[in-house]
């Protein structure tokens, strides 16, 4: 199961004491938010797309939308989102559950300027009613994201 990586992978670090996991589904944006009872805007939601055909993830603030013409300026095509099965194949989480850790092998992870605005963030762990709060310096470390990108729209206060 997914979430039993990505708590092996908090547990080489001393942090798998901290995944939280709920009674309910934390599947969407609204459904982590209300788990968590936090504003929607500090999901830290994992989007996968297909770049220049190899897996990406970009992860991002709740309330940001990709913004189609910022992301073709920054990866050179237009964004083609991975399909549910496509996912789950080529990232290791399915959709619900997909975070930016213990991910395949090839598969690369940006994190989103839109999440610089808060001092932690809750990505999920893995499954559809799990999260972890993390500083926004600590997801970008144990995400291994490569680079901070500006691709997102709607966010901005």
Known sequence: ?????????FAQYGLANRIREFDVSSATVELAAAALGCEPCRIAKTLSF?????PILI???GDARID????????????R??????TETLIGHAVGG???????????VYAD?????????????GSANSAIELTVDELARYSGAV?????CKNWQV
């Not at 297909?50 to 190899?54: I, K, P």
């Not at 997909?98 to 690369?108: L, R, S, W």
């Not at 300027?113 to 762990?125: G, M, W, Y």
């Open 98 to 108: 997909v975070c930016p850790f213990a991910v395949n092998e090839g598969v690369t």
């Open 81 to 86: 989102m991975l399909t549910p099965a496509e």
């Open 59 to 61: 992860v991002a603030a």
């Open 50 to 54: 297909q770049q220049n055909g190899r």
């Open 68 to 79: 189609n013409p910022k992301y073709k300026a920054r990866f050179g095509e237009k964004a």
């Open 1 to 9: 199961m997914a979430i039993e990586k990505v708590r092996a992978f």
């Open 113 to 125: 300027e839109s999440l610089k605005r808060f001092r932690t963030v809750f990505p999920a762990c």
């Open 147 to 151: 680079d901070w990108v500006d691709v």
